[in-house]
């Protein structure tokens, strides 16, 4: 398994630094894979905004990053299938005067299933992330849900 | 009122310039401001996925820019007040699949002025402002609603 999650942290750094380029703008890097969920992590510096805390813009960008890659591990493959945002919302309620860090949850191991079941038979599957976002050891400063769609371009 | 625009402009591009990295690392630049609202555009290729549409989290950042931009200008003034992000929204309807274009609409200016009014009679004001992306000449790609607050840490 934990091979697992180190091939996956592998895929996941090659797809982002290949095909995202802000990827690369946040400074996103994998702070922690497992079974639980994934976490990113952005410094503060290229985020900030002229008030010396991070612009929302990025934290919502970061949080798609992270909630995308889980949704990419919870549909159990890197293809043939797409994975796709379709809804996004975030609150914001403190700001982020440090690195920036977004963990997003990995569903539960039976909401998964449906999902890459729904994937396997129909060709297109739906999944909703959760993603919370912090300053360094600080509380929760934003909430980012996301719905995704994995689509299977063949069928 | 046309040079109250170009000066509304440049102090938008100097803020974004000196101020939010993630402006530059987007590509964006002011395309159209004027009483109905302001039309921001990035280049596709900093903002491409590994599809070769544009990525969520820029579709969001840009959008937010654009969003906290107009709110900025309906306040009436740079300062000495702060325009926050509190709560954002997005629906993908389309993949965006050249340049980006976000155009957000100026509140009507009854809302306006009651968010200024409130602003400067109790320190604080709330706004809610929408933001239509899209590709070059394309349809809408996707909507986004954001609400901003603007709080003058002097009250």
Known sequence: MDQDFAAWRAALEALWTEGIPQAAALGAVIRRLDATGLELAAPLAPNRNHMGSAYGGSLQSLATLAGWGVALLASGSIGPHQILIRKAQMR???????????????????????????LAERGHGRLEVGVDVRGHEGPVAARFYGEFIALDPGR
Not at 97 to 117: H, K, N, Q, W
């Open 92 to 118: 914001f309620m403190a700001p982020v005067t440090t690195e920036l860090l977004a963990t997003a949850r990995m569903p539960d191991p039976g909401v998964s299933a449906a999902f890459r079941t729904r």
